[in-house]
């Protein structure tokens, strides 16, 4: 795959992914040189993150790399789809309303909480023993 393509970065949690979209593709998937239906191993993960694509109508025009690292499965997948939806703006500045409307756009800023001093956890408290 080489040639021209249109990058987009995108976070979720820890994950981070850069995705390129290479146009005039056959719709192929690659995350990290893996088939994508072999790095996202649960069902409906691939048609999760390929969502901005079908709103917009191209779902089998791009080939699409993806790099990404850090956070779990569910963070890598929503980095993924940003990143999708960026370089699809970048493609065509015009589809951003249309992105933005399904919220594919957000950046979802939740990540863990600090864990705070004299608790177990950001919020949980050690058990209080009265003797």
Do not use: C, W
């Not at 499965?73 to 409307?101: N, W």
């Amino acid at each position: 795959m080489a040639g021209q393509y249109y990058e987009g970065v995108g976070r979720r949690k820890a994950a981070t992914a850069r995705v390129r979209l290479f146009p005039g593709g056959t719709g192929s998937l690659l995350i990290n040189d893996k088939d994508g239906s072999d790095y996202l191993p649960r069902p409906g993960d691939v048609d999760i993150l390929l969502e901005p694509l079908t709103h917009v109508g191209q779902v089998r025009s791009f080939d699409i790399t993806v790099h990404v690292n850090g956070g779990g499965i569910s963070g890598q997948r929503d980095a993924i789809l940003l990143g999708i939806a960026r370089a699809l703006v970048k493609m065509d500045p015009e589809l951003k309303g249309q992105l933005r409307e399904k919220d594919y756009m957000t950046r979802d800023a939740r990540a863990k909480e600090r864990k705070k001093p004299g608790l177990k956890r950001a919020r949980k408290a050690p058990t209080y023993t009265k003797r």
